[in-house]
């Protein structure tokens, strides 16, 4: 057990490990038993400083195994269609592979059009709308983003982006909308996209 | 939604995808809660060790119906009171005739109850444990003590106690890591 799991677990009984951290201790209690030990400390000596007289540490330990064992022989309760296995549905991994494919080769096509569009495009600045219209060849457009001509090709082509851990309020949006894309995933597996509402602030 | 909430839900979210882990760290998160919950209602330590076994199971089996409007610890809660109830008319006793409410439930003090379901050789390590801990406390450098202190005796966020300390919040949080880990190591060494 490393010392930075430990710290997961104290900051975990205090209700301020991250998602990350939570998802590790998760693989950590099921291989490391002084972890679990830790934990039941921790909890004993907050029971101490609050005054509240509870079971030993051996007794809250003795509880936890039958409790563990009790659950371990449950079946995994029913949680319906939204959760349920995917029964009969070989054609799953195909179509999505498919719809995959698609997707990628209808993007690279957009991306192509824009470039190559002799019609200004919506949000274009007016200067950009009186330079010359002419055909831009793929290469070129590839030679502007890694000369780093273009703002919006610098944005993309990840130079000089500095990966910035999300926000609080960002790791709920993601994780909310990865919840919801799972589920509708798992409602219709040929949808592989939900609309995701966007805020006013953004 | 708070921390808690958020992370429980995480859990549950897990639980509900097939990972029983997620639902034993659960137990592990309440179980202590629940034991002081239940030791209100039964006296004996094998009942309250039984019943709060068969209401962790029962909210496992009933995960399928929580759909997350409330707290998961306020409906594992509600289904501790009424597997403590049930068990008390199953045994031809009366159930007490009001609940605690679940908010009170969490300051509210359980010794006299807790006392209880103590055996003589329980009481000595429990006063034993209690001597040690707060020695150990005591022991601690002043920031490391400031910070444990204001956590655990005041219950404050470590936003707070970063405020009140005018540290960075990884630093409490170390600390207060750090405050545990000795605390620790003095319990272990009484074995």
Known sequence: MTDKSKESLS????EEASEFEVHQLLRGFNSDESLKGSWLTYQQ???VVRGEKSLTSDQHRHLHTRISQAVA??????FGSQYGPLKGR????????IAVAASLVLASFFVLQTAESPEPTRGMVDSERRAPTQAIPAQTVSNQMKSGSDNWATRYTGEDVELTELDDEKQRRLREYLNQHDRMVRMNPNARMVMFENSASE | MTAQKETDHQLVERVKRGDKRA???????YQHKIVGLVSRYLRDQDEVMDVTQEAFIKAFRALPRFRGDSAFYTWLYRIAINTAKNHLVSKSRRPPDSDIDVDEGEFHD???????????????????????????IDDLPEELKAAVTLREFEGLS????AEVMEC?????????FRAREAIEKKIEAIG
């Open chain 2, 168 to 176: 960075p919040v990884g630093t409490v949080r170390s600390r207060i």
């Open chain 1, 45 to 47: 000596v907050r029971a």
């Open chain 2, 23 to 29: 639902y034993d760290l659960l137990v592990l998160k």
């Open chain 2, 110 to 136: 359980n010794t006299a109850v807790l006392k209880d379901i103590e055996n003589p050789e329980n009481a000595l390590a429990t006063d034993q444990l209690e001597a040690v801990v707060y020695k150990a």
């Open chain 1, 11 to 14: 900051a975990l009984l205090d």
């Open chain 1, 90 to 97: 070989s054609f799953v991994k195909p179509a999505a592979g």
């Open chain 1, 73 to 78: 022989a449950e079946g995994l309760p029913e």
């Open chain 2, 158 to 161: 470590y936003e707070e106690i």
